[in-house]
């Protein structure tokens, strides 16, 4: 059983702490005070999450999270650090499955908006976890622009749509995770073919 869900959680929160909680991040008009702050609500109230699926609730969603973001930053991370056992998307059961993708992503939110930044060596083990999640969510965020290539050295290539693909994307399996998941402009991915796919709208 792989443990990158937590591995992930403690480097997030450590950098959490090391940066303070008015450092930039890759999503789009949150520091790290308003991330952080998503991830405590996103396990601790999943009456607040249902506004990611019902569209009546998103305000109520949004509301509980900068009510959250208001708290002092330290607790804010405290409970970062420990998720509750009973949470639908943290308890012993889920974390990995619910958490591995979404911990690695947010935690490259940090690290990608801070000056310097490089890519981390992760192992052949972690790689191939995420590479796996880049088979998933591809059939979701391109079949609007299918077909297109999907290729990383060492792991293997598919191809979402049939026939001749407009565009090949290549790279680590950690770059295409962040690039799938709407980070075109912060992830390395060599795109051939047609490169609208950086600036597409990757949303699921």
Request: charged share 25%; net charge negative.
């Amino acid at each position: 059983m792989t443990d990158h869900a937590r591995a992930e959680r403690r480097l997030l929160a450590d950098l959490f702490t090391e940066i303070g909680p008015d450092a930039p991040t890759c999503c789009t008009g949150w520091d790290t005070r308003d991330l952080a702050a998503h991830l405590v609500v996103r396990e601790r109230r999943p009456d607040a999450i249902a506004g990611n699926l019902i569209a009546p609730l998103a305000g109520h969603g949004e509301h509980v999270r900068k009510q959250t973001a208001t708290r002092p930053y330290d607790e804010i991370i405290a409970e970062l650090r420990t998720p509750p056992w009973w949470s639908m998307v943290s308890n012993p059961i889920t974390d990995e499955l619910a958490n591995g993708i979404e911990f690695f992503i947010h935690h490259e939110d940090v690290r990608r908006a801070q000056p310097g930044w490089e890519p981390r060596d992760l192992t052949p083990e972690h790689q191939g976890s995420l590479w796996k999640a880049a088979k998933l969510t591809s059939r979701m965020v391109l079949r609007k622009h299918k077909p297109i290539r999907v290729e990383s050295p060492g792991f293997g290539v598919f191809q979402v749509g049939d026939g001749e693909p407009s565009a090949t994307l290549t790279g680590p399996p950690a770059e295409l995770v962040l690039f799938l998941s709407g980070r075109q402009q912060h992830a390395r991915v060599d795109i051939t073919g047609d490169g609208s796919i950086r600036t597409a709208d990757l949303s699921h």
